[in-house]
């Protein structure tokens, strides 16, 4: 054991004060925590837990007892397996496990209903974790930097997705779900191995579609309302009648906190740039930004 690595049991010795205030949220970012402390499941009102860059390896089952959750935070830690007890979480709305050492996701991870927001990012997932499909609710989805080739036929299911950044992962054609994902609003895709694309225009509620760092010649037809990020983007974007539209923010930052942010990061809203809270350890983990 480390000097700074607490125990399993015990909660950090800031814990108390944290909580002290009343605003049932747990910050244990940055700490060294091979094991969530079992003294952590036992605060059944906690909303908010922020366990982000520790050395994380496992979760307890009895984290399903923190009923009252609303956001959780697990990235950048070193977890190859999630417990079928965090499925159990009937009010998670927001969950990051980007940077960890994932290959799959449970098949009860279907039961997580509220979820609106997931970040898998960084992962090792080869195919499109299946449960996802049974998540209407979820409006952003963020899956870059894994290995996927495909996507599944049943994509269009998620009837409630907004937001889907693919960059970095190993498409050689444009997955023909997509096609079909007519409410989706910003659509990520850079750095993977695209020679083209079929036409755009069917996607009406396009607002962003970012193909940046592709073998492609040139951009994809879209509705003149679409902000491109790629090559030539710039260029076809001048030849239209109507002004360039004004792009929201491509790759969010990481974590919102109230519902008004959340939905300018899928598009409802205006235009206000987002950014970090200034000195928030959950903003250390911004995704690259517009013009990566």
Known sequence: MGIAESTLDELPSDAE???????????LSGKRLRRLPSAVCAL?????????????????????????????????????????????LPRLTRLYLGGN???????DFAQLQSLRCLWIEGNFLRRFPRPLLRLVALQSLQMGDNRLRALPAELPRMTGLRGLWLYGNRFEEFPPALLRMGRLHILDLDRNRLGGFPDLQPLRSLRVFSYDHNPVTGPPRVADTVFLVGEGAVERMAERDEPIPRPPPRRPVRAFENEEEEDLLIGGGGSRALGPPEGSLRALDAAPGLGT
């Open 17 to 27: 004060e944290q909580l002290r205030h009343g605003e049932q949220q747990l910050e």
């Open 101 to 107: 050492r994932l290959l799959a996701l449970p098949n």
């Open 44 to 88: 059944s009102r906690l909303e908010k837990l922020y366990v982000s860059g520790t050395g994380l390896r496992e979760l307890p089952e009895e984290i399903e007892e923190l009923r009252e959750l609303r956001i959780l935070a697990l990235d950048f830690n070193k977890l190859e397996r999630l417990p079928d007890g965090l499925c159990r």
